[in-house]
């Protein structure tokens, strides 16, 4: 409401976010890792090697995201306009750059490209290019040691968020803004509006979109903040240290990934894998016997 709503403040105020990278992405990515500050971390083992289970479908998903992310971006004006037009095709070309520039860096740091990696540059592009899509043409620190940021959540969102809203502050063209905004000379990027002599309006939007960021940086930490700690009270937030030792499959008697044909993996199962053995085939459990 606040950067969205004409009668928000922000939005009064000349905070530019074309389709939700502060309200969006932004807030996911802070609202995200304060509650993983709350919850805590894993053990230590768990945070040592963390890969995804499944590339194929990390790759499909990251697939129908970027699909999907054509519409978010494009469908921001709620019109079929230029603007919708160059909202496309910069989600595509930030994107793209975003993916091969992560995947380079795998290179300098990793020695070698990775999958995953180039699923992490693509939602950082995404992400970074939301707030400014259609006007425009790491973990040595002490606080993300101590939060255990599973799933990258405040870099990929929250870093990107505010960076595509710091340049849309910089790059926003002034036709593109009067074609979302309307006929408002406030909404101007930094180096338009000094080509144009505004130097003073430049510093303004400036302004303005770190002002936004730190409005919603503040706001997501204090509500998400208190959600953590009223659920806290109801339930805990993170499992015993034994708990995270066995492992949270173990506790619910079910295994995500076990083989139907090889039986259960834990004995307590809820599946019932007694009731399977009695119920299989001789030939099934003279393989058992073999095995």
Request: net charge neutral.
């Amino acid at each position: 409401f606040s950067v969205w709503s004409p009668n928000g403040f922000l939005f009064k105020a000349g905070v530019m976010d074309f389709a939700g990278g502060y309200v969006i992405h932004l807030s996911s990515g802070i609202a995200g890792f304060t509650a993983a500050f709350w919850v805590g971390p894993r053990t230590a083992k768990d945070r040592e090697a963390f890969p995804p289970n499944n590339i194929l479908l990390t790759l499909a998903g990251a697939g129908l995201l970027w699909m999907g992310w054509t519409g978010f971006n494009g469908g921001a004006p709620y019109a079929a306009n230029i603007d919708a037009s160059v909202a496309v095709v910069n989600t595509h070309l930030c994107t793209a750059t975003s993916l091969l520039v992560w995947l380079i860096l795998d290179c300098f740091v990793f020695g070698r490209p990775s999958a995953f990696g180039a699923v992490q540059g693509m939602i950082t592009g995404l992400v970074c290019i939301t707030p400014a899509a259609g006007l425009v043409l790491h973990k040595r620190c002490r606080v993300l040691r101590h939060v255990d940021d599973t799933l990258a959540i405040l870099h990929t969102h929250g870093v990107a968020g505010s960076l595509g809203g710091l340049m849309t502050g910089l790059l926003a063209e002034p036709r593109l803004c009067r074609l979302f905004f309307g006929d408002d000379p406030r909404y101007v990027g930094f180096v338009y509006a000094v080509r144009g002599g505004r130097v003073s309006a430049g510093f303004r939007q400036m302004g303005v979109q770190l002002a936004g960021i730190g409005f919603i940086v503040a706001l997501n930490v204090v509500v998400t903040s208190i959600v953590c700690l009223l659920v806290r009270v109801a339930v805990p937030l993170r499992l015993s240290e034994e708990q995270l030792a066995a492992g949270d499959d173990a506790i619910h008697g079910e295994d995500a990934y076990a083989v139907w044909g090889d039986g259960e993996t834990y004995e307590q199962s809820v599946h019932g894998s007694r009731r399977y053995q009695m119920t299989a085939n001789p030939m099934s459990s003279k393989v058992d016997e073999i095995i």
